[in-house]
């Protein structure tokens, strides 16, 4: 989870919101890494995608068997789903997000029984530090937009 949340500050440092990700191993062994992109033009670019696709061209096959899957923030419904379409065992994640979280929070896809496949999920690990820079990020984010408005009017 520290490297999740260096990923996470990397993101926030530039202007995304700070969310980051790795993938690991069955020896716990960083694979795949990813940190919010969205802002920078890439409507798909979620810490997670990215780290997704990092592991699997790391060990050459799209099935991430095996793997664990750490986040700083209870990812998203398409982000849920890619962690099931790529075959990740378990994913943690250090704080749910009430209000797009699809690991719990709205809604469980990875655990939906529907499903082929199915994840392990472990939360809290870290959530304090994960939450703080979310906060800090948006309090940042809403005075810097009020300082804003307030000279352009």
Excluded at 23 to 50: F, M, Q, T
Excluded at 66 to 86: D, H, I, K, R
Excluded at 92 to 98: L, S
Aim: net charge negative.
């Amino acid at each position: 989870m520290a490297e999740a949340l260096a990923l996470a500050e990397e993101s926030g440092a530039e202007g995304e919101i700070p969310v980051g990700a790795v993938v690991v191993d069955r020896n716990g062994a960083i694979i795949g890494r990813g940190r919010n992109r969205r802002e920078s033009g890439d409507p798909l670019g979620h810490a997670e995608l990215y780290a997704i696709r990092e592991a699997a061209q790391t060990i050459g096959d799209w099935r991430l068997e095996g793997t664990t899957m750490v986040v700083t923030l209870e990812p998203c419904a398409m982000c849920a789903g890619a962690l099931v379409n790529a075959r990740i065992e378990k994913l943690i994640f250090a704080t749910h997000d009430p209000k797009a979280g699809f690991c719990g929070s709205l809604g469980n896809l990875v655990q939906d029984a529907r499903l082929n496949h199915r994840l392990v999920v472990e939360t809290g690990l870290m959530e304090e530090r994960a939450r703080q820079l979310l906060q800090d990020f948006f309090r940042q984010l809403r005075q810097r937009d009020k300082t804003e408005r307030w000279q352009s009017g």
